[in-house]
C-alpha cells in the first residue's frame, strides 16, 4: 500500500524523494538529498515502483556531496557503487526483539549505527521509533536521532 502512504504525504504538503532529488543550500555550500524508492518496491505491481538511484541523482552535480534516503539499508552496495556519501535507511527497528536480530543480519549489513560502506559511503541506519509485528522491543531500544552534517573543507563552528 505504499502509493496510498504517497498520497498522504502529499496531502499533508511533504514532499516524497520517489527517485528524484533535491538541492540544500546553506552558508554557500550545497547538498545533494536524494531519495529512491524501496528495493522491494518493485514487486508492488504498481508502475513506476522501484528503486533507481540513476534516476535519483540524474543532473545532480558530481562535485556536491550526496545525502541519500533509502529505507533499506541493504540498498548501499549500490549507493557505494553511485559515489553517495551517506545513505540514512531505517527498516531494520534495531532487531526489535532479541534474538531475531540474528535473522535481520542474514538479510541487512546494519541493524542500527554508522558503518563504512567501500572508501566513500557511510550508511546511518536508525532503529526508528516504532516496531513492527508485536507492539514492543527486546533489547532494541528505540531512538530518535539526530545528525549534524559539516562540511570537511571547513572546521566546525563554535
Do not use: C
Not at 533507481?52 to 556536491?64: E, M, S, V, W
Not at 535481520?104 to 509485528?133: E, K, N
Request: charged residues 20%; glycine residues 12%.
Amino acid at each position: 500500500e505504499a502509493q496510498g502512504w504517497v498520497d498522504l504525504m502529499d496531502e499533508l504538503g511533504w514532499e516524497p524523494l520517489r527517485n528524484r532529488h533535491l538541492l540544500l543550500e546553506r552558508g554557500g555550500d550545497t547538498l545533494v538529498v536524494a531519495g529512491v524508492d524501496d528495493v522491494t518496491a518493485e514487486s508492488s505491481g504498481l508502475a513506476g515502483h522501484r528503486a533507481h538511484l540513476a534516476g535519483a541523482l540524474h543532473g545532480a552535480d558530481p562535485d556536491h556531496p550526496v545525502l541519500l534516503l533509502a529505507h533499506q539499508p541493504k540498498f548501499v552496495d549500490r549507493a557505494a557503487a553511485g559515489g553517495v556519501d551517506l545513505q540514512l535507511s531505517g527498516h531494520t527497528h534495531g532487531g526489535q526483539i532479541w534474538p531475531f536480530h540474528h535473522l535481520v543480519r542474514i538479510d541487512q549489513p546494519a541493524l542500527a549505527g554508522l558503518s563504512r560502506h567501500g572508501t566513500r559511503t557511510l550508511l546511518y541506519t536508525s532503529r526508528g521509533t516504532g516496531f513492527w509485528g508485536p507492539p514492543f522491543r527486546v533489547f532494541a531500544p528505540s531512538e530518535i536521532t539526530l545528525l549534524v552534517l559539516r562540511s570537511p573543507q571547513r572546521p566546525p563552528s563554535p
